[in-house]
């Protein structure tokens, strides 16, 4: 079914029956009220032309976000864009107690300020659902805070310092989040040692394969279609653990397979090139040069 598309915070208030929100440009949703207030919704797919910053718990439903659905038991923290689809399915658990909060921010509240430029350099915005932030007590309490203040502030009477106090909130909120993030790739080791693990294993089948002749090195694309994640999560994660991003660490696995061929075979320079996928053994060399200080030639005979 066709996502239903809402582009306008008045107009995602008025289809989910909640009361007029107070600025048109940004609002605050408890999600419990939310969740009682749609039961008879019929819509279970939608595309917004706004942000949307969530904090969730006790969910009786699941979501799909993108090609993702996870089921939210636990309380976490998700990023959607402008354009982005949300779908939920039927409720599962009718005991289930919904509990957090919703921050809509519509692309106009942020015209004319650094953040509008900004925002999309925040890589989660681009996670896919499985890959969400997972809070700790004590963090969760920071976020919180953080949206308390902004629903305050557009409670009050606005004035001109409303707009650059929220924004500077937001901006603080999403930089709290990116901290998060970071803490999170080093501490969910299971799961992220998880991914290095089959990134190797993935890596190394396609250089033993004939795929480097046929179709060249493979594509940042083709490594994040496979492992089932996002490029920009990968790229995040590969950078705290490895220090690499993807592409450099498909290079480190090029290079790594280079120097086996140049100590333990008599192919040629040219002919080596080939094998790893290079149309032009020139290009292989000026890449091996940048990465080792030295041309395959040179590697090559340091171990004569």
Do not use: C
Request: proline share 4%; no cysteine.
């Amino acid at each position: 079914m066709k996502p239903y598309k809402i582009k306008s915070i008045s107009e995602f208030h008025r289809l989910m029956d909640l009361p007029k929100p107070e600025h048109p440009l940004i609002s605050v949703v408890d999600y419990a009220v939310l969740v009682a207030t749609k039961k008879n919704s019929e819509v279970t797919s939608i595309v917004t032309d706004y942000y949307s910053i969530s904090v969730k718990r006790g969910l009786s439903e699941k979501m799909r976000y993108g090609q993702q659905e996870y089921d939210f038991d636990e309380g976490i923290m998700y990023f959607l864009a402008p354009g982005q689809v949300l779908q939920t399915t039927p409720a599962t658990n009718t005991e289930a107690q919904p509990a957090g909060w919703i921050l809509l921010i519509h692309p106009d509240f942020l015209w004319n300020t650094p953040l509008a430029k900004r925002i999309r350099q925040y890589e989660f915005f681009d996670y896919s659902v499985n890959e969400a932030l997972f809070l700790s007590e004590k963090e969760e309490g920071v976020i919180n805070n953080i949206v308390q203040n902004i629903q305050q502030e557009y409670h009050s009477n606005i004035d001109k310092f409303s707009q650059s106090i929220i924004i500077s909130q937001i901006e603080t909120l999403l930089n709290y989040s990116e901290r998060f993030y970071q803490r999170q790739f080093i501490t969910r080791q299971i799961t992220n040692h998880s991914i290095l693990s089959r990134l190797d294993e993935l890596l190394t089948d396609y250089f033993n394969s004939q795929d480097l002749i046929n179709k060249g090195l493979p594509t940042v694309q083709y490594i994040v279609e496979k492992l089932n994640t996002s490029p920009n999560y990968l790229r995040g994660l590969l950078k705290v653990l490895t220090g690499q991003n993807t592409q450099q660490h498909i290079h480190g696995k090029l290079i790594e397979k280079a120097k086996e061929k140049l100590s333990t075979t008599d192919l040629s320079v040219s002919e080596i090139a080939f094998e790893l996928g290079f149309e032009h053994s020139q290009s292989f060399s000026k890449l091996f040069k940048t990465k080792t200080n030295l041309s395959p030639s040179e590697f090559r005979q340091s171990f004569n």
